[in-house]
């Protein structure tokens, strides 16, 4: 048993590990629901319990455990609430980190923790959980994680109390061949266990010899195969690549080595792109490869060959069935798959806290090393997954804006031009993957991200204009099909409401941008200026917002537009001077005048920025139409034909402070 200063020490351990995830993790509170989640709140409102756990048609994989959990807190609060969601993936993820804590101090049975403490913090620090941890698709990661490592702990704790005692708590055995039972049903590696339990006994400090280690390992050996039986019978849709495909094998393999080598790998980075000769997979097996088998003979011919042999067996046997079952572009862009494996990368680094030599000199020395090893994998897994938040950010905000500015009846229709489907950074930190996080995927869409929201089924029809696509700070692709200028005005038509995203500001923009209010109305007996005969300007008002003011107009055409004309807006300060402008075509950029009919009345609602430094005084906010061709503006006159200075009609006066 531990003595009370080794539980003191485990006890301020664990808070440190707690309060380290929480700070690295807790942004994750504030996020929305995205991914995979469309499609497995959509399944689950077709199914009830009993469907949970007899079939998995239409998806891809069997997790009944975790979608009965969904299901529950449903039921419970009538909504899929995202707060509650990532909460129990934080807790998870938590709890994951002090079970590595256990399991690894449980070894020494408590007498040397260095390593203990150390592998449970890079756990909880390591960089490619950034998905694991954040999305609540992802929950299965987190979830067989930690019925993985609670087995095991209990046949640990079960085990030495049998040594030391020389009798069974079988409580013990019943709850962890019971976490054992319930692990394939909450991810497929969950037969791993077994495996697992074999690896921890052989390379215990007190090995067992491998007959009666094989024996411990028959019970849980056969909760795994009765999870394969059920996972074999039950009806599923499940595709996966060759296992004879050589060449994704060894991409998968040198994905798998560079997460292994993580506080190293970022390196290869350096050695890849258009000037140098190495490809990224010649980049991270000469970083990684040396530097793994150097780092692992050291630490054996230090005595630690068994935590070696603990730390490689187990990175090893989590990431086979990914490495043996899934093709290479699946692999790069679910990095979720390693959750499991970071136990034993984590280990790994952290060995060199658990050497022990006979001389102080190297006892110094051998901690130095260790100290400052940990130190830096904690560093790189807390750097990489912190500069990830500001991207989860623009998810957030993406999100809350879409419904800001979709708000109103369900039975109106939206179209979202440019809306975000993923984010990426520009540079990269490891040369493998493409360290993106996914918001809309491919194979569901924006109707359905509203949906998970809101529980409204609404028809939202998403597209992508890139005329209106900018370089921005963070990479970005848009859901839905590309389309044209001339192909998207006919549906501006058809729209309740245009929401435009726009990427020129230091966050994504998502906002109303108008619509079409009335079509073939008689020419209106009010309105503010007309232009040429052409187009009249209705009415117009103006509001602060933000760093800028939000202007909304109402235009009417009352008669066809043959040139392309577009529109300005221009900020003037009490001299007169330009200050500020928002030029381009009405709702924010996705519409043609040339496309308007008579009778038209259109919504167009734009932002006009406000610079910083202004002087504080009386501004004023004027507007005007001009061909694109770069021909005179269009002639402006007021209702009584009087004529408007340089073409610019006055909209409203603001007191700028």
Known sequence: MPTRQHRGVIAGGAIIILLAGVWTYGFCLHLPLFLDDMIHFRWLAWHGFAGIWSSSRLLGYYRPLPFTLWKLLWLLQGRYDPVVLHVVNLVLHLLNGLLVLAL???????????????AALLFTLFPFSYQAVPWVGSLTHPFVTA???GSLALHQVQHHADASQGKR???????????ALLAPFAHETGV??????????????????????????APYAACAALGLAVWLLV?????????WDIESRLQNAVYFLQALAYPVTPLAARLTGPDKRLNDLAAVALVALPVVTAWALLLWKAGRGRLVALALGWFAICVAPAWAMLGFSYVIDGPRLLYEAAVGAALFWSIPLDVRPTRRTRQALALGVGALTVIWAAVSGTRFIRARVPIYEQMRIAVAQLLEAGAGPAEQSLLCINYPSWFAPLESTYALGHEGMTLVPAYTGVADLWWLHTTEERSVTSVVLPDLQRHWRYYYLAAGSHETPESLQPMLRGAAKVIVASYEGADVSVRDAGSLEAAGAPPAARFVAGFDGEVGLLDASCERNGQGLRLELRWQCWQAVTADVTMFVHLYDEAGQLVAQADGYPLMGAARLTAWQPGDV?????????PQGLAPGTYTIKTGLYPTSGDPRLG??????ERFQDEAVPLASVALF
Request: aromatic fraction near 2%.
């Open 169 to 179: 708590r079988n409580w013990l055995s019943v709850a962890s061949l019971a976490l």
């Open 104 to 118: 690894v101090a449980g070894r020494s049975r408590g007498k040397r923790l260095g390593a203990a403490l150390a």
């Open 235 to 243: 009806p599923k849709d499940v595709s996966t690549a060759s296992p």
């Open 636 to 641: 402006a006159t007021g209702p009584g034909g």
């Open 192 to 217: 791993l266990v077994a495996p697992l339990l074999l690896l921890l006994l052989v390379t215990d400090e007190e090995p067992l010899p491998l007959r009666r280690a094989l024996r411990e390992v």
């Open 602 to 610: 259109w919504r167009d609602l734009r932002v006009l920025p406000v």
């Open 147 to 149: 019925l993985i490592l």
